[in-house]
């Protein structure tokens, strides 16, 4: 079994930071990309930043300059450092990983944490 589980979210005022942790536990060979994404209330999940084993990183443009994506390799766990939060930026934020399980025959699937909740306050 393979677990993503987000902590760090929580009710910031405009302006304000907040540091996102999703920490992959279980029976893990290799995590390729992790990056997280966000669904406000009435939309869809959308992509907020990934990065990928090797550090390369991409965000989505309503977050470059304010969140910052990084990720522990030997933790197996991935960060979203975000600062100058907006209220649009109130929404459930999940972590996903692709991860292969076995050494021996690896294949990567897609895991989701079960999302970390962000209020931003005007």
């Known amino acids: 079994q393979v677990q993503l589980v987000e902590s760090g979210g929580g009710l910031v005022q405009a302006g304000g930071s907040l540091r996102l942790s999703c920490a992959a536990s279980?029976?893990?060979?290799?995590?390729?990309?992790m990056g997280w994404y966000r669904q406000a209330p009435g939309k869809q999940r959308e992509l907020v930043a990934t990065i990928t084993s090797g550090g390369s990183t991409n965000y989505a443009d309503s977050v470059k300059g304010r969140f910052t994506i990084s990720r522990d390799n030997a933790k197996n766990t991935v960060y979203l450092q975000m600062n100058s939060l907006k209220p649009e930026d109130i929404a459930v934020y999940y972590c996903?990983?692709?991860?292969?399980?076995?050494?021996?025959?690896?294949?990567?699937?897609?895991?989701w944490g079960q999302g970390t909740q962000v209020t931003v306050s005007s």
């Open positions: 996903k990983a692709d991860i292969c399980r076995s050494e021996r025959i690896c294949i990567y699937y897609t895991y």
């Open positions: 279980g029976s893990i060979f290799s995590i390729q990309a």
